[in-house]
T-cell receptor, first 114, second 113 residues
Protein backbone atom coordinates (compact mmCIF):
# COMPACT_ATOMS: atom_id res chain seq x y z
CA UNK A 1 0.00 0.00 0.00
CA UNK A 2 1.04 3.54 -0.67
CA UNK A 3 1.99 5.29 2.48
CA UNK A 4 2.22 9.03 2.99
CA UNK A 5 3.33 10.11 6.42
CA UNK A 6 3.39 13.52 8.01
CA UNK A 7 5.76 14.37 10.82
CA UNK A 8 3.16 15.57 13.31
CA UNK A 9 -0.57 15.09 13.78
CA UNK A 10 -0.90 18.13 16.01
CA UNK A 11 1.37 21.15 16.31
CA UNK A 12 1.11 24.31 18.38
CA UNK A 13 3.38 27.22 17.53
CA UNK A 14 3.65 30.85 18.49
CA UNK A 15 3.21 33.80 16.17
CA UNK A 16 6.45 34.63 14.40
CA UNK A 17 8.00 31.17 14.75
CA UNK A 18 9.43 29.34 11.77
CA UNK A 19 7.49 26.14 11.25
CA UNK A 20 8.45 23.05 9.28
CA UNK A 21 5.90 20.46 8.21
CA UNK A 22 7.42 17.31 6.80
CA UNK A 23 5.89 14.79 4.43
CA UNK A 24 7.36 11.49 3.28
CA UNK A 25 6.00 9.04 0.72
CA UNK A 26 7.25 5.52 0.08
CA UNK A 27 5.96 4.86 -3.45
CA UNK A 28 8.61 6.64 -5.51
CA UNK A 29 6.01 9.13 -6.71
CA UNK A 30 7.19 12.05 -8.79
CA UNK A 31 4.53 14.50 -7.65
CA UNK A 32 3.91 15.83 -4.20
CA UNK A 33 1.40 18.38 -2.97
CA UNK A 34 0.65 20.52 0.05
CA UNK A 35 -2.95 21.51 0.73
CA UNK A 36 -4.60 23.57 3.36
CA UNK A 37 -8.06 22.51 4.55
CA UNK A 38 -10.44 24.94 6.22
CA UNK A 39 -14.15 24.49 7.00
CA UNK A 40 -16.33 25.57 4.12
CA UNK A 41 -13.36 26.11 1.83
CA UNK A 42 -12.41 22.55 1.04
CA UNK A 43 -8.83 21.77 0.03
CA UNK A 44 -6.74 24.57 -1.39
CA UNK A 45 -3.43 23.87 -3.05
CA UNK A 46 -0.48 25.69 -1.52
CA UNK A 47 2.43 24.25 -3.50
CA UNK A 48 3.10 21.40 -5.85
CA UNK A 49 6.36 19.65 -6.77
CA UNK A 50 6.74 17.49 -9.86
CA UNK A 51 10.38 16.55 -9.35
CA UNK A 52 13.27 16.98 -6.96
CA UNK A 53 14.08 20.66 -6.50
CA UNK A 54 11.13 21.61 -8.72
CA UNK A 55 8.13 23.44 -7.38
CA UNK A 56 5.11 25.27 -8.60
CA UNK A 57 2.86 27.70 -6.75
CA UNK A 58 -0.68 26.64 -6.08
CA UNK A 59 -3.66 28.80 -5.34
CA UNK A 60 -2.57 30.19 -1.96
CA UNK A 61 1.27 30.26 -1.74
CA UNK A 62 1.57 33.53 0.19
CA UNK A 63 3.29 33.06 3.53
CA UNK A 64 4.58 29.60 2.62
CA UNK A 65 7.61 28.07 0.97
CA UNK A 66 8.56 24.49 0.18
CA UNK A 67 11.62 22.33 -0.18
CA UNK A 68 12.14 19.08 -2.02
CA UNK A 69 15.71 17.88 -1.79
CA UNK A 70 14.87 14.18 -2.05
CA UNK A 71 12.22 12.49 -4.10
CA UNK A 72 10.40 10.99 -1.14
CA UNK A 73 10.32 14.10 1.04
CA UNK A 74 8.43 17.38 0.64
CA UNK A 75 8.59 20.05 3.30
CA UNK A 76 6.26 22.98 3.87
CA UNK A 77 7.78 25.98 5.61
CA UNK A 78 6.02 28.82 7.34
CA UNK A 79 8.73 31.45 7.56
CA UNK A 80 6.94 33.47 10.22
CA UNK A 81 3.78 31.80 11.45
CA UNK A 82 0.68 33.91 11.85
CA UNK A 83 -2.66 33.14 13.48
CA UNK A 84 -4.40 33.05 10.10
CA UNK A 85 -2.27 30.03 9.23
CA UNK A 86 -4.02 27.98 11.88
CA UNK A 87 -5.44 25.15 9.81
CA UNK A 88 -5.27 21.50 8.80
CA UNK A 89 -2.43 20.78 6.40
CA UNK A 90 -2.59 17.78 4.12
CA UNK A 91 0.21 16.30 2.06
CA UNK A 92 -0.41 14.10 -0.98
CA UNK A 93 1.59 12.33 -3.66
CA UNK A 94 0.88 10.91 -7.09
CA UNK A 95 2.67 9.15 -9.91
CA UNK A 96 3.32 10.64 -13.34
CA UNK A 97 2.33 7.58 -15.28
CA UNK A 98 -0.33 9.16 -17.44
CA UNK A 99 -2.76 6.57 -16.18
CA UNK A 100 -4.17 7.41 -12.82
CA UNK A 101 -3.67 10.96 -11.54
CA UNK A 102 -4.85 9.57 -8.23
CA UNK A 103 -3.48 11.40 -5.23
CA UNK A 104 -2.64 9.59 -2.00
CA UNK A 105 -3.00 11.55 1.19
CA UNK A 106 -1.29 11.63 4.52
CA UNK A 107 -3.27 11.85 7.79
CA UNK A 108 -2.83 15.61 8.08
CA UNK A 109 -1.22 18.00 10.54
CA UNK A 110 -3.49 20.23 12.55
CA UNK A 111 -1.48 23.39 13.18
CA UNK A 112 -2.50 25.96 15.77
CA UNK A 113 -0.69 29.29 15.84
CA UNK A 114 -1.21 31.28 19.03
CA UNK B 1 -9.56 25.99 -15.79
CA UNK B 2 -11.47 23.31 -13.98
CA UNK B 3 -13.86 23.93 -11.11
CA UNK B 4 -16.07 21.79 -8.90
CA UNK B 5 -19.26 22.61 -7.05
CA UNK B 6 -20.71 20.56 -4.24
CA UNK B 7 -23.96 22.36 -3.50
CA UNK B 8 -24.76 20.60 -0.24
CA UNK B 9 -22.67 21.56 2.79
CA UNK B 10 -24.41 19.11 5.12
CA UNK B 11 -26.69 16.16 4.51
CA UNK B 12 -28.41 14.02 7.12
CA UNK B 13 -29.58 10.55 6.18
CA UNK B 14 -31.19 7.86 8.28
CA UNK B 15 -29.25 4.65 8.65
CA UNK B 16 -30.39 2.20 5.98
CA UNK B 17 -31.69 4.92 3.68
CA UNK B 18 -30.23 5.68 0.28
CA UNK B 19 -27.75 8.46 -0.31
CA UNK B 20 -26.92 10.76 -3.19
CA UNK B 21 -24.24 13.45 -2.95
CA UNK B 22 -24.13 15.97 -5.74
CA UNK B 23 -21.09 17.13 -7.67
CA UNK B 24 -21.03 19.45 -10.67
CA UNK B 25 -17.86 20.26 -12.55
CA UNK B 26 -16.77 22.77 -15.12
CA UNK B 27 -14.23 21.76 -17.73
CA UNK B 28 -14.14 22.06 -21.49
CA UNK B 29 -12.79 18.63 -22.32
CA UNK B 30 -13.36 15.20 -20.85
CA UNK B 31 -12.53 15.43 -17.17
CA UNK B 32 -11.07 12.95 -14.79
CA UNK B 33 -13.38 12.76 -11.78
CA UNK B 34 -12.81 11.50 -8.26
CA UNK B 35 -14.67 11.06 -5.01
CA UNK B 36 -12.71 11.03 -1.78
CA UNK B 37 -13.88 10.43 1.77
CA UNK B 38 -12.40 11.90 4.93
CA UNK B 39 -13.26 10.34 8.26
CA UNK B 40 -12.86 12.56 11.34
CA UNK B 41 -9.23 13.35 12.04
CA UNK B 42 -8.01 11.44 8.99
CA UNK B 43 -6.60 12.15 5.58
CA UNK B 44 -8.53 11.60 2.37
CA UNK B 45 -9.19 8.14 0.97
CA UNK B 46 -10.17 7.51 -2.64
CA UNK B 47 -13.66 6.03 -3.05
CA UNK B 48 -13.79 5.85 -6.84
CA UNK B 49 -12.67 7.52 -10.03
CA UNK B 50 -13.79 8.03 -13.60
CA UNK B 51 -11.42 8.38 -16.54
CA UNK B 52 -13.29 7.02 -19.52
CA UNK B 53 -15.57 4.21 -20.65
CA UNK B 54 -18.53 3.06 -18.61
CA UNK B 55 -20.16 6.10 -17.07
CA UNK B 56 -21.27 4.18 -13.98
CA UNK B 57 -18.29 3.44 -11.79
CA UNK B 58 -18.15 1.27 -8.73
CA UNK B 59 -16.00 2.09 -5.76
CA UNK B 60 -15.13 0.82 -2.35
CA UNK B 61 -17.53 0.51 0.60
CA UNK B 62 -20.53 -0.01 -1.69
CA UNK B 63 -20.41 3.43 -3.32
CA UNK B 64 -21.01 4.16 -6.97
CA UNK B 65 -21.06 7.30 -9.09
CA UNK B 66 -22.43 8.16 -12.50
CA UNK B 67 -20.79 10.53 -14.97
CA UNK B 68 -23.36 12.53 -16.89
CA UNK B 69 -21.66 14.69 -19.48
CA UNK B 70 -24.86 16.48 -20.49
CA UNK B 71 -25.37 17.64 -16.91
CA UNK B 72 -21.68 18.10 -16.04
CA UNK B 73 -22.33 15.98 -12.98
CA UNK B 74 -20.69 13.12 -11.14
CA UNK B 75 -23.04 12.27 -8.27
CA UNK B 76 -22.11 9.75 -5.61
CA UNK B 77 -24.67 7.19 -4.51
CA UNK B 78 -25.09 4.41 -2.00
CA UNK B 79 -28.25 2.30 -1.70
CA UNK B 80 -28.11 1.81 2.06
CA UNK B 81 -26.11 4.02 4.39
CA UNK B 82 -24.34 2.68 7.46
CA UNK B 83 -23.47 4.73 10.55
CA UNK B 84 -19.78 4.30 9.66
CA UNK B 85 -20.35 6.29 6.46
CA UNK B 86 -20.60 9.50 8.47
CA UNK B 87 -17.71 11.56 7.14
CA UNK B 88 -16.88 14.39 4.79
CA UNK B 89 -16.96 13.69 1.07
CA UNK B 90 -14.99 15.56 -1.55
CA UNK B 91 -15.43 15.57 -5.29
CA UNK B 92 -12.40 16.44 -7.41
CA UNK B 93 -11.72 17.06 -11.09
CA UNK B 94 -8.54 16.66 -13.07
CA UNK B 95 -7.47 16.78 -16.67
CA UNK B 96 -5.25 14.75 -18.96
CA UNK B 97 -1.68 15.93 -18.77
CA UNK B 98 -2.16 17.90 -15.58
CA UNK B 99 -1.22 16.41 -12.23
CA UNK B 100 -3.15 18.89 -10.13
CA UNK B 101 -6.69 18.17 -8.98
CA UNK B 102 -9.30 20.75 -8.11
CA UNK B 103 -11.42 19.85 -5.11
CA UNK B 104 -14.91 20.87 -4.15
CA UNK B 105 -15.69 22.35 -0.77
CA UNK B 106 -16.99 19.06 0.56
CA UNK B 107 -20.27 17.65 1.87
CA UNK B 108 -20.52 16.51 5.46
CA UNK B 109 -22.70 13.44 5.84
CA UNK B 110 -24.46 12.82 9.12
CA UNK B 111 -26.17 9.48 9.71
CA UNK B 112 -29.07 9.37 12.13
CA UNK B 113 -30.14 6.18 13.92
Amino acid sequence: DVKVTQSSRYLVKRTGEKVFLECVQDMDHENMFWYRQDPGLGLRLIYFSYDVKMKEKGDIPEGYSVSREKKERFSLILESASTNQTSMYLCASSATDGLTYEQYFGPGTRLTVT
Amino acid sequence: AQSVTQPDIHITVSEGASLELRCNYSYGATPYLFWYVQSPGQGLQLLLKYFSGDTLVQGIKGFEAEFKRSQSSFNLRKPSVHWSDAAEYFCAVGARGFQKLVFGTGTRLLVSP
